[in-house]
Structure formats: C-alpha cells, structure tokens
C-alpha cells in the first residue's frame, strides 16, 4: 500500500504562482513514476506532468515552459511548481504514483483544489 498527501492548493490570480507538494508513504518501490494529474467540472482526468524516478519529465503540452516537476527520492516526494498560472488551469489537482515494472496499481491522492482568478 502507498498513501499520499498532498498540499499547496488555493486560490491565485491569473499570472500567479503555486507550488503543490505530495509525499509518499508506504511500500514505495525503487524504480516508480510519480505525477500530478487534474480534472476541472465536466472534464476528464489529464496528466499535467510526471517524473520517473531516475528524474526525467513528462509534460503536457498546456503546461510545458510554465510548470516544473520536481521530485526528491530521499523524501518521496513530488513538487510541481505553477508560475503564469491562467484561469484554464484552475481544477482539482491529483497526486499520483505508480510502479508498473512491479505492479498494475495507481495510487491516487486526495486532491487539492487550484482556483485561478481572471
């Protein structure tokens, strides 16, 4: 079982930054990905972006050259930095790990909810 927290959510203006956390805790497998995931009102769920283990990123392309992943292995845990934040990015953002090498599980946090005003 893995658990996550997540935190640094609210509300910013258009143009703002946030800085969201998730730490993982648990049976945490060596090799994983871990990810930041949103789903606004009457949308799906879409990867914002991820970071393996080794650290490579992954980003949609909505958010490429305004959010940065980040991870620390020592900490399990993923920071996703939010700079030039517009209104389209206000949604419920999802902590997510993963270790498909090992197993077909996803775990998933609570959710933070991001709000960006115009």
């Known amino acids: 079982q893995v658990q996550l927290v997540e935190s640094g959510g609210g509300l910013v203006q258009a143009g703002g930054s946030l800085r969201l956390s998730c730490a993982a805790s648990g049976s945490i497998y060596r090799i994983n990905v871990m990810g930041w995931y949103r789903q606004a009102p009457g949308n799906q769920r879409e990867l914002v972006a991820s970071?393996?283990?080794?650290?490579?990123?992954n980003y949609a392309a909505s958010v490429k050259d305004r959010f940065t992943i980040s991870r620390d292995n020592a900490k399990n845990t993923v920071y996703l930095q939010m700079n030039n934040l517009e209104p389209e990015d206000t949604a419920v953002y999802y902590c997510?790990?993963?270790?498909?090498?090992?197993?077909?599980?996803?775990?998933w946090g609570q959710g933070t909810q991001v709000t960006v005003s115009s």
């Open positions: 997510n790990y993963n270790a498909r090498i090992y197993s077909t599980r996803d775990y």
């Open positions: 970071i393996r283990s080794d650290g490579s990123p």
